[in-house]
């Protein structure tokens, strides 16, 4: 019987949320670690920190890096200072990485799509193409991880047959963030240009701050995700959370569910 994953974007989205949210899922941590190293980076270590939120338990993911410290990247829902911190990498090493990678299933696949939307969206952004595309806050290490350890993810949930992704309405806040680029408006270029042809819906919220992230929104879309107004009619399997970094005065967290047609 074919599976549903639903993605509920009531308290924004990025990638750090999803990857934690596909964790509490019940993804494998010595399995996605093991992929993680196949990309040529410095290695990683994913710590799931499980925590509870207005009661209810998830993930707050963090990466370390091999110093055992934090590696800073796209975060939503902290401070703009933060992103300010690592290095930059072409869209076109990122490629070259991930297709010399040699990821399972068609995990390497599905993160190409992803870094080409993204890419694609930066490049209309900022007037060049895709291939001049460097990326600054998605270039760095934790950032990459979030989005192939997604890849990894769902290409593992999709092993067992077919499985359609379905996208509640994103909601993001209002006001500005500083980034490497300066001080932007939210919902930053990036994400207003990936909202075309996506046939998602945006929220406005009144919260003064980020909730929807380039790579958060790059990955629903590069996964082919489809909008619908309200979680389906379907038998829940199993349900994850992932945290968001910042208290926003709401419930901070992502939610999937994972289940079959009913």
């Known amino acids: 019987m074919k599976q549903t994953l639903y993605i509920d974007c009531s308290a924004g989205v ?12 019940g993804a494998d941590i010595g399995f996605l670690e093991a992929e993680l190293r196949k990309l040529d980076m410095p290695p990683c270590r994913l ?8 009661g209810i338990g998830g993930i707050d993911l963090r990466v370390e ?3 055992g410290t934090g590696w800073t990247g796209e975060h939503p829902h902290t401070h703009g200072h933060l992103r300010h911190h690592g290095g930059h990498r072409s869209y076109r090493s990122i490629r070259e990485m991930i297709e010399k990678s040699g990821l399972c ?5 599905i993160a190409l799509n992803i870094f080409a939307v993204i890419a694609g969206a930066e490049a209309a952004v900022h007037g060049v193409r895709p291939e001049a595309v460097v ?5 760095r290490a934790d950032s990459i991880i979030d989005i192939v350890g ?3 993810c769902v290409d593992r949930l999709k092993a067992g047959g077919g499985m ?12 500005f963030i500083d980034c490497d680029h300066g001080r932007i408006p939210v919902p930053v270029p990036a994400v207003r240009e990936l909202l075309k042809g996506s046939g998602l819906e945006l929220v406005s919220e009144e919260v003064d701050t980020e909730l929807v992230t380039p790579s958060g929104l790059g990955i629903l879309k590069g996964l082919g995700a ?12 199993r349900t994850g959370y992932g945290f968001g970094k910042r208290q926003t005065g709401r419930f901070n967290a992502l939610r999937v569910v994972l289940g079959r047609n009913a």
């Open 105 to 109: 299933g068609e995990a390497g696949d």
């Open 150 to 152: 997604t890849a990894v």
């Open 164 to 175: 359609e992704i379905l996208c509640s309405p994103l909601h993001d806040g209002k006001g």
């Open 226 to 237: 489809r909008g619908v107004k309200e979680m389906p009619r379907m038998e829940s399997l």
């Open 135 to 139: 990326f600054h806050e998605l270039g």
């Open 14 to 25: 990025c990638g750090d949320m999803i990857l934690g949210a596909l964790i509490d899922l």
């Open 65 to 67: 890096g091999p110093d």
């Open 47 to 54: 710590r799931p920190e499980r925590g509870e939120r207005d």
